[in-house]
C-alpha cells in the first residue's frame, strides 16, 4: 500500500478492485462515493487501483482519451490524468492533477472495469437495467448517449428497479446471462437505489424513439452488432474486436434482442 493511502474494496459483479487514494481529502470523497459497493471480505483483488492526486489544475476535457495498448500495458492519458492499466501484474496507477479529480477518477474505473470485464468473459454495455421485483429478472435497454436509456428508466419508476442508466455489466451464468448495477450512472440521476441489484437478463431492446411504439425482431447477426456497438472501450480496439464480437454474438443467442420503437409514456411495458 502507498504511504498514507486509504484502502477500499470495491464488488462490481463479482469482481474485486482494491482502490488505494490519497491524499486524505481525496480518499474520503473516493470512499463516500462508492460506499454502497464497498464490501469487506478477504477475496483476493482481480486488481489494485492506486490513485493520487498532486495538483488541482486541468479541468476535464471535451472529449474522453481512448486508452491505447504497449506491450502488455494499458497507457491512459489527457488533460488532469495519467494512467496505467497492467491486467498481467493485476495492478493499475494514476496520476491526477485536476481541478475535478471524481470526474477523471470515474472515468479511468470505467475504462479499467470495461477491459476487465472483457478479460474475465463479461461485458460493460451502455444500457438501462431494469429489474421486475415480482420475478428478479432484468430487462437491458440498450443505446449510446441520447437514446432515451435515462427516459425509460424514468418512465418505469415504479413498475422496475434500476440497477443503472448508462452502463451495466454483464457476466454469462448457467443457463443464460446476469446483469449486474453499476456505479457509473449519469452524473444529474439523484435516485440509485437499485444500483447494487442483479439479476438474470430476460430480454435486450435497442431503443428507438419513434411516435408508435412496437418491437422489431432482430436476427442474430444484426442483434450482435447492436450490442457490440454499445460495447465502450472493447469496441474501439481493433485487437479486441474478434473476442468482442463473439462474446456478443453469444449473449444474443441466449437473450432475446428486439428494437423498441418508444415515445416519452410508460406505455411501452404493454409489450414486454
Same mark, same amino acid.
Given at each position: 500500500?502507498? $504511504? ?12 474485486? *478492485? ?7 481529502? /481525496?480518499? =474520503? ?8 459497493f464497498a464490501v469487506a471480505d478477504d477475496a483476493a483483488p482481480h486488481l489494485t487501483v492506486e490513485a493520487t492526486l498532486v495538483g488541482s489544475t486541468a479541468a476535464p476535457a471535451s472529449e474522453a482519451a481512448a486508452p491505447r495498448l504497449d506491450g502488455s +500495458?494499458? %497507457?491512459?492519458?489527457?488533460?488532469? /490524468?495519467?494512467? !496505467? +492499466? ?13 481541478? !475535478?479529480?471524481?470526474?477523471? %477518477? #470515474?472515468? /479511468? &474505473?470505467?475504462? @479499467?472495469?470495461? @477491459?476487465?470485464?472483457?478479460? #474475465? ?18 430487462? @437491458? ?13 424514468? %418512465?418505469? =419508476?415504479?413498475?422496475?428497479?434500476? %440497477?443503472?442508466? $448508462?452502463?451495466?455489466? *454483464?457476466?454469462?451464468a448457467t443457463g443464460g446471462w446476469n446483469a449486474y448495477g453499476t456505479p457509473f450512472w449519469n452524473a444529474e440521476t439523484g435516485d440509485r437505489v437499485g444500483q447494487t441489484a442483479h439479476g438474470p437478463i430476460a430480454g435486450v431492446y435497442v431503443l428507438i424513439? $419513434?411516435?408508435?411504439?412496437?418491437? #422489431? ?8 452488432? #447492436? ?16 473476442? &468482442? &464480437? ?13 428494437? @423498441?420503437? /418508444? ?10
Amino acid at each position: 500500500m502507498p $504511504d498514507g493511502a486509504a484502502l477500499m474494496l470495491l464488488a462490481l459483479a463479482g469482481w474485486r *478492485v482494491r482502490l488505494a487514494c490519497r491524499p486524505a481529502g /481525496f480518499a =474520503a470523497e473516493t470512499a463516500a462515493r462508492y460506499a454502497s459497493f464497498a464490501v469487506a471480505d478477504d477475496a483476493a483483488p482481480h486488481l489494485t487501483v492506486e490513485a493520487t492526486l498532486v495538483g488541482s489544475t486541468a479541468a476535464p476535457a471535451s472529449e474522453a482519451a481512448a486508452p491505447r495498448l504497449d506491450g502488455s +500495458i494499458w %497507457l491512459l492519458d489527457a488533460a488532469g /490524468f495519467s494512467g !496505467t +492499466i497492467n491486467y498481467a501484474h493485476a495492478q493499475a496507477n494514476l496520476t491526477l492533477d485536476s481541478a !475535478t479529480p471524481q470526474v477523471h %477518477l #470515474e472515468y /479511468f &474505473l470505467r475504462v @479499467l472495469i470495461a @477491459l476487465l470485464a472483457q478479460r #474475465e468473459d463479461g461485458l460493460l454495455i451502455h444500457a438501462a437495467g431494469l429489474r421486475m421485483p415480482a420475478t428478479g429478472q432484468v430487462n @437491458l435497454f440498450i443505446g449510446c448517449s441520447g437514446s432515451g436509456k435515462s427516459t425509460v428508466a424514468r %418512465l418505469s =419508476a415504479g413498475q422496475a428497479v434500476t %440497477l443503472n442508466d $448508462d452502463l451495466v455489466l *454483464v457476466r454469462p451464468a448457467t443457463g443464460g446471462w446476469n446483469a449486474y448495477g453499476t456505479p457509473f450512472w449519469n452524473a444529474e440521476t439523484g435516485d440509485r437505489v437499485g444500483q447494487t441489484a442483479h439479476g438474470p437478463i430476460a430480454g435486450v431492446y435497442v431503443l428507438i424513439q $419513434d411516435r408508435a411504439i412496437y418491437l #422489431e425482431p432482430c436476427s442474430l447477426a444484426v442483434a450482435t452488432a #447492436e450490442l457490440a456497438v454499445n460495447c465502450p472501450v472493447v469496441n474501439g480496439d481493433p485487437v479486441l474486436t474478434p473476442g &468482442l &464480437l463473439a462474446r456478443c454474438r453469444s449473449l444474443a443467442a441466449a437473450v432475446p434482442v428486439q428494437r @423498441l420503437h /418508444f415515445r416519452k409514456d410508460p406505455d411501452f411495458w404493454q409489450l414486454l
